[in-house]
Every structure is written in structure tokens, then in C-alpha cells.
């Protein structure tokens, strides 16, 4: 830990706006106060900006309003002046077709309102799924002090005694209605304790992985990740936030001072111990890229390979978020690593102190709920990162989540062309499948689908539901949501729809997957591979206009995080010139 406070007070970037008697400078200042603040707001005080992705629209972040007034206070305690300004809200559950399609789209927004906007700090108000990511990257490329709060998880659900966990019971009921074990009936009723409080998912689905990647690289204070929506210590973490932002400013400690190579050493670590979501993969692999950060997929695999999961949460275990706080939340996970020495202790915080410093004095409460890492729930719990001739360029895997019998298998192809191709077929009973087979789903990838949806975990055949079979292998270029389980292998590269080999697996191929060789395989000569990939054609046009288009013709692969090509680096926050 190298990093040194700036002097203060100096002059600030909001004084190109505000900070003089020229005609500009009135003229911002005047419009500025028709909000009713005082001239003295204006006296070369730091302005924080609140970037808020609250909407209704996105019911993770509905609740955010209130926590940017807890922001607010603790500005001005602190003797700021916060400005709170909406940006694109990237919602999980009603966005179509896939709130991934729009996450470059609102880290583009919070980059450009940051840099355009006489702001010297911000706080970056997330929940939902992309929204964590999406502000992490646009922070990063202005590197504007930056600090996140989150809006914390939902309680727990409860259905006839049973914990109703966001996303992994709405899997699991699904499959057992396919399965003749819940009638339509229960399912109805099971629906109105799923989602009881403000918040985002209760398992340790992507809002919550995020959350607590966010904490793990050092840019949210300690225990932001856990405490659920509806409790009151959320606001405190709001309001003290708001505090420390201030001081970040004064002392210059911005995005580049905490995003080093050892902080994400240490998120992929943390993500490994909770049984964090795949999508931790894509958001940190293009988070990454925006700090000029050389991580990749073999990062992932050796950085997890050897961390065991210890947080007993779904999917991978049977609590959920509100219990891992009253055990004690993600400081106890890091600190469990740090006494291992699995951890870069000394790596910089928004704190201004160490990650260390933050957590080596708390305790665990629940050692059902955390485990030890010497009884771990899973030995491996880390991202498999797979390679072969069916993904060159990498796909991964969730050991934690998969079955154990089901992670060295060999089995037939039974190919899905597209999402709807799979919704057509996977009902009849005619459809020739077995629990031995590997199902492969094609073209839903990043420029596939596009947007890259959360369709990798698709559901099973009724018949083979009916065998009591839950689990099979599954491959495709897709995503899955982090609330999902099963021997799912995705972000398989190159995707099917830019040819890469996934796009000429054929029913009947044999498929060999070796997780602890970490191998995939498709068990064809290579002179019949090069035979169907010189005959490859696209099945899709690029979109003519709009931000289809762009997306269309950027976007970059999963193994790199889906960025746009565009959008790699760091472009800094010089002041735009002043057209007034």
C-alpha cells in the first residue's frame, strides 16, 4: 500500500464551473441555485455527484431514493455539496431482451455524465445485476475519486417452512412442475414470498456477487455488501459513505490507487470462498480492461483454483444474504483468507487504510452459515476455466454449483441451433435425450443472442425430470444467472455466431469434459473440424441502425468481458471546454 494524500486545499475541478466572477462562472452558479442552495455551497467545497440507478423499473433499485438523501446527509456533514443524477438503469427482471445488452450502454451514460458535469467525487448507487459493473466501469475511465454503496439484498423468502431463495426456487419449482412434484396451484402461492422486502436477489446470485466484488477490490467501505435493504445499518453505510467520499476528494484517492492487479487477485479469491456468480467473471474481465489491467481467463482459473467456498448460501448452499450478515458478511470471508495467506493484505481500500486493517479484528457468529476453511463446503470452489478445441479461447465452469459425479463425463450431443430451437424441442417426447447426453446450445453469446442472456442453464426434459434426474451437462456460449446450479459450462469462445467451433457441433458428436483437466472437447478430427468451419456461414445480419448496430459491431468476446472495443482504457476526466 504506496498511497499518499494529496495537500489540501487546493483547487478543485469543480472550480472550472463554479470557482470565479467571469460571465461562465456566474452562469453556472445562477442556474444552479434556482434549487434553492445557499451561495456558500459554492465557496471551492467538494461537489459529490450521487449517480443513482434508481427505477421503478428495476425493483432491485426502487428503494435507492432513500439511501441518496442518507448520502446526501452524510455530504454535507462532511462539508460537501452532493448533486445526485440519474444514469441508465440496467433491470435484471422485465428489461428485454437481456439486461447484459445494455450494460456497455450505461457505463457509457455514467462515464460521459461524470466527465461532463462539474463533479470532483462520486458515489455510485447500485443493486441490480449490471448496475454494480456498468458504474465500476464508467468510474474507472473518468478515475474520478469514486466510491459504491449498494443497495443490499432482499429478506429471506419463506414457503411452508422452506426458504425461498430469489431466482434458484423459481429454477427448482419450475423443473418440479415439469416433473409432476408441484401442482400449478403451490407454484402461484410459492410466488408471493419470493421477493417480501425492497432489495435485490437473497442468494448469492450476481447482485450480491457484485456487491461483494465491489467490497473485495477495495472500492466500498467494509460490510457495504451484506446488510439487507430494509435494515436500518443500510442507511448508516449510506450516510457514512457519503462521509468518506468527502475525504476521498480531499485526499485525491481515486479508482486507478484501488484497482490494482492485487485487488483483483483478491476479488477473484473472495468470489471463490462465497460461490460467487460466473457473471463475476465477464463484469471484473472487462472492469479490468477499463484500468488497462492485463486479467484474463487463466487469472480466474489459478487465482480460484485453490480457494475453497466456505458461505453456505444458494446455490451452492441452503442460507441465504440475510443470515451471511448476522453471521458476519463478507469482512469474515476476507479475514478467513487472510489468516491462510490467501490474500494480498496490504492492497488499498476507499478506506484509505488496508484491506486488512478492515477485517482482521471481526469474528464469525455462525460457522454453519461460514464455514472454516477447514471444513469448507466445497474443496474447489473457484471459476473453472475450460479449454480445448471446443473453446480455444476459454468457457467456464461453477464447481460449487455442479454435480460431482457429472465433472469427468463423455456423453452425446444433443444440439439446440438457438434459444428457440431448445424451447421448441425440449418438451417433446420424442426428442431422442438421455441424463448420459451433453445438451448444447448454440448462437447465444454476446453477439448471438445478442446481449449474451442468462439461458445457459436451460431446463431439462420432462421425461428425464421424471427419472428424478436434476442435473446434466450443458454447454453453451450463453450466460446463467447466478442464483442457477447445475454441470453448466458457459461463456464458451469464441461464440457460435462469429463460427467458432461451438457453431458446427452436430447431433451425435461425443463431447468429453474434464473439469479437473480442465478440458472440452469435441471428439472429431481435426480434418472434419476444418472441414465444417470452412463451410460456417452467419446466421444473423448485423442490425441496420440504432444501438443494436453499435453493439452488433463492437462488442467484443466473453473471454475478454463483452466490452466494446471502443471502450478499453482510461479516457480521463480533463474538463470539457466551455461553449457558453
Known sequence: MTFKPASWPRQLRSSEWFGGTSRDHIYHRSWMKNQGLPADLFDGRPVIGIC??????????????????????????????????????????????????????????????????????VVLLAGCDKTTPALLMGAASTNLPSIVVSGGPMLNGWFRGERVGSGTALWQMSEDIKAGKMTQHDFLNAEQSMSRSPGSCNTMGTASTMASMAEALGMALSGNAAIPAVDSRRRVMAHLTGRRIVDMVKDDLKPSDVLTRSAFENAMRVNGAIGGSTNAVIHLLALAGRVGLDITLDDWDVQGREIPTIVNLMPSGKFLMEEFFYAGGLPVVIKALGDADKLHKDSLTVSGGSIWDEVKGVENWNEEVIHPLTAPLTKQGGIAVLKGNLAPNGAVLKPSAATESLLQHRGRAVV?????????????????????????????????????????????????????????????????????????????????????????????????????????????????????????EPATKAPSSGYARLFHLHIEGADTGADFDFLKGCRGAEVPKDSH
Open 52 to 121: 443513482n440507478t434508481w427505477s421503478q423499473l428495476t425493483p432491485c433499485n426502487a428503494h435507492l431514493r432513500d439511501l441518496a438523501e442518507r448520502v446526501k446527509h452524510g455530504i454535507y456533514e462532511a462539508g460537501g455539496l452532493p448533486l445526485e443524477f440519474p444514469v441508465f438503469s440496467t433491470g435484471e427482471s422485465a428489461l428485454r431482451p437481456t439486461a447484459m445488452l445494455y450494460r456497455n450502454l450505461a457505463a457509457m451514460d455514467v462515464e460521459e455524465a461524470m466527465r461532463a458535469n462539474p463533479l470532483d467525487g
Open 416 to 536: 439446440f441451433e438457438d434459444i428457440d430451437d431448445y424451447k421448441a424441442k425440449i418438451d417433446d417426447e420424442a426428442l431422442d435425450i438421455d441424463e448420459t447426453c451433453v445438451m448444447v446450445l448454440k448462437n447465444c453469446g454476446p453477439r448471438g443472442y445478442p446481449g449474451m442472456a442468462e439461458v445457459g442453464n436451460m431446463g431439462l426434459p420432462p421425461k428425464v425430470l421424471r427419472k428424478g434426474i436434476t442435473d446434466m451437462v450443458r454447454i453453451s456460449d450463453a450466460r446463467m444467472s447466478g442464483t442457477a446450479y447445475g454441470t453448466v459450462v458457459l461463456h464458451t469462445s469464441p461464440e457460435a455466431a462469429v463460427g467458432g467451433p461451438l457453431s458446427i457441433v452436430r447431433d451425435g458428436d461425443m463431447i468429453e469434459l474434464d473439469v479437473e483437466s480442465r478440458r472440452l472437447h469435441l471428439d472429431i478430427s481435426e480434418e472434419e473440424m476444418s472441414k465444417r468451419l470452412a463451410n460456417w
